[in-house]
T-cell receptor, first 115, second 114 residues
Framework: GAGVSQSPSNKVTEKGKDVELRCDPI?????LYWYRQSLGQGLEFLIY????????KSGLPSDRFSAERTGGSVSTLTIQRTQQEDSAVYLC?????????????FGPGTRLTVL | AQSVSQHNHHVILSEAASLELGCNYS??????LFWYVQYPGQHLQLLLK??????LVKGIKGFEAEFIKSKFSFNLRKPSVQWSDTAEYFC????????????FGKGTKLSVIP
């Protein structure tokens, strides 16, 4: 079946602009995660959605970052007033349900470059 | 909070050499552990995981890992590497209030020379 998909695959933007990154999880997966992968910081958790519950936003680095998940499926990560330090690969993952031993399936990522 | 550390940043091996990549987690109790792999140009995928039972876990592509509670370790092994194993390897542990977010190690880049 189809895996996790993300769009765009690459995004180049100017400092100060807003960007939206999209994630389509595996059909039927109720849990969705966003991570960020950068050279200096490695892989960092950003936000977690589980069904209709309030998301866990504890990993978002600033209030310029926000995310939503519509209809329990597609998710959008929005970064407002982008800064150069936001340059990274943004990864989305999904899993069938919450359990600490469940595999998270990752998408190919969106490479964000802020000039 | 639970964390993992990977001590090898870059490992270079010749084909057919044996591989062991280190992963240590920070404290005991119930722990689930994962190894993920990222091949060049590809997305992260699961190699293997441990959540209970036999501490020797078999994964895909001939990889295995041993959970040693007394050493807080979950090292990844393969008896004979191939060029196609060239990739970056990440150890991960669930953390956070609900233990659903993964905390990853810094990763180990493996280069296999033909």
């Amino acid at each position: 079946g189809a895996g996790v998909s993300q769009s765009p695959s690459n995004k180049v933007t100017e400092k100060g602009k807003d960007v939206e990154l999209r994630c389509d999880p595996i059909s039927g997966h109720t849990a969705l995660y966003w991570y960020r992968q950068s050279l200096g910081q490695g892989l960092e958790f950003l936000i977690y959605f589980q069904g209709n519950s309030a998301p866990d936003k504890s990993g978002l680095p600033s209030d310029r970052f926000s995310a939503e998940r519509t209809g329990g499926s597609v998710s959008t990560l929005t970064i407002q007033r982008t800064q150069q330090e936001d340059s990274a690969v943004y990864l989305c993952a999904s899993s069938s349900a919450w359990a600490s031993y469940n595999e998270q399936f990752f998408g190919p990522g969106t490479r964000l470059t802020v000039l | 909070a639970q964390s993992v550390s990977q001590h090898n940043h870059h490992v270079i091996l010749s084909e057919a050499a044996s591989l062991e990549l280190g992963c240590n987690y920070s404290y005991g109790g119930t722990v689930n552990l994962f190894w993920y792999v990222q091949y060049p140009g590809q997305h992260l995928q699961l190699l293997l995981k441990y959540f209970s039972g036999d501490p020797l876990v078999k994964g895909i592509k001939g990889f295995e890992a041993e959970f040693i509670k007394s050493k807080f370790s979950f090292n990844l092994r393969k008896p004979s590497v191939q060029w196609s194993d060239t990739a970056e390897y990440f150890c991960a542990v669930p953390t956070g209030a609900g233990s659903y977010q993964l905390t990853f190690g810094k990763g180990t880049k493996l280069s296999v020379i033909p």
